[in-house]
Every structure is written in structure tokens, then in C-alpha cells.
């Protein structure tokens, strides 16, 4: 079940489907939902990022994916979530229920398309994910992931990285010792720049490209 919340962490908000929702702050690595919570919500980054992820009986954790600012996620066709959702820093969500959004989309086709949208564009991402796990070496997935982060977080040839490197390792199926390794290579081959463990400079985003692909 969801956390209770305290009502001096809800702020009201306009979502973009029109309606007020409340907005709920979370610490870094704070639980937003767990696995096997009843999927109440459909939940939109407000700011922060949070990750996505499943953890095995042995204990090896798969995360499925990162979240950031503007990015909806909590979605799920059954009644109960499949994945633990986490913040990776202090992050604000905001909450919509899905009754609420269901009822909307039954009456106006825009809200209906909207989630049509966001339905598929989940899928596609997870297709993207699959493929990177079954076919790209160490080198092409981690320099997909730093691409996909500049992509998605506007920054540019700077990233202010969010996410550890175990949590990169988790999402890219290497050991966090061949993440390291790579980014280490990558900054020797002059194509990235690390001045702080949590910051990257993209040196030469058409080599990271090709390198990719």
C-alpha cells in the first residue's frame, strides 16, 4: 500500500489533464511505491528523478528504468505494481489517481490519446532496453545511456548525473566494476571528461554517437 502522507508534504497542482493533484516530496532514495502496491496513481516527475526497478529472491536488482523531470511513470495494466519506484534525489511527484484519469479518458478523447501516447511510448522504451541488454557490448551501452541522458535531461555536453554507478550498472546488466572501467577508458580516449564522480562532459558527442550505434 502507499505510504500515508503527510499533509504538510502535498502541495495542489494543476496536471496537465486539467484536474488538481497533489504533489509529495521524497529524499533521496526515499520509497515512492514498492512493488506489489496497490497502482492507485499514475505519477509525473516534478523535479528530481526517480528509478524504476525489480529485485530478484537473491537479491540482484534490475532497474527498468530512470525517470526525470516531466516523465510519467506508475502506469501498469494490472491492479498492482510490478516494479519498486525510488527517488535517486530529493524529487517531488506529482499524483494523479487513475480512477480519476480513467473516467476522463472514457469522456475526452484527448486525455484518452494521452495516455494512448504514454502507453506506447513505454513500450518503445522497453523494446530499446531489451535490445541494448541482448546485443550491445560494455562500451556501446554505457555511452547510450550517457547519450540518452543528455537527450532527456536538456543538459547538453554536460551531465549532472543523477544516478550512482551501481545504479548505472543495474540498468546496463554490467557489473558496476565494468562501468567504471569503460567510463575510465572512455575519458583516456579523450571523448568524455569526469571532473567529479556525478559530473560528465560529452567532449565529442559525434564520436559518442558513432560509438553507439
Not at 541494448?132 to 532527456?152: F, N, P, Q, S, Y
Amino acid at each position: 500500500m502507499l505510504s500515508p502522507l503527510r499533509q504538510t508534504d502535498l502541495t495542489p497542482t494543476v496536471a496537465p489533464f486539467g484536474f488538481t493533484g497533489p504533489c509529495l516530496r521524497h529524499a533521496r532514495d526515499e520509497e515512492v511505491f514498492a512493488e506489489g502496491d496497490t497502482a492507485d496513481y499514475v505519477y509525473q516527475v516534478i523535479s528530481g528523478s526517480v528509478r524504476t526497478c525489480r529485485t530478484l529472491r537473491d537479491g540482484r536488482r534490475q532497474i527498468d528504468e530512470f525517470h526525470f523531470a516531466g516523465d510519467y511513470f506508475g502506469l501498469e495494466a494490472g491492479e498492482l505494481h510490478r516494479v519498486t519506484a525510488e527517488a535517486m534525489t530529493d524529487t517531488t511527484v506529482r499524483m494523479v489517481r487513475l480512477g480519476v484519469l480513467s473516467d476522463l479518458a472514457a469522456r475526452k478523447p484527448h486525455v484518452a490519446r494521452a495516455l494512448f501516447r504514454l502507453t506506447v511510448e513505454g513500450l518503445q522504451r522497453s523494446q530499446d532496453h531489451v535490445l541494448m541488454l541482448g546485443r550491445k557490448t560494455a562500451r556501446e551501452r554505457v555511452v547510450g545511456l550517457l547519450i540518452d541522458l543528455a537527450d532527456r535531461t536538456g543538459g547538453g555536453g554536460e551531465l549532472d548525473v543523477p544516478m550512482s554507478r551501481q545504479d548505472m550498472a543495474d540498468y546496463l546488466g554490467l557489473t558496476i566494476e565494468t562501468v567504471s572501467r569503460t567510463l575510465t577508458q572512455l575519458q583516456a580516449d579523450g571523448v568524455i571528461a569526469i571532473p567529479t564522480t556525478r559530473h560528465i562532459v560529452l567532449c565529442d558527442g559525434v564520436a559518442l554517437r558513432r560509438l553507439a550505434n
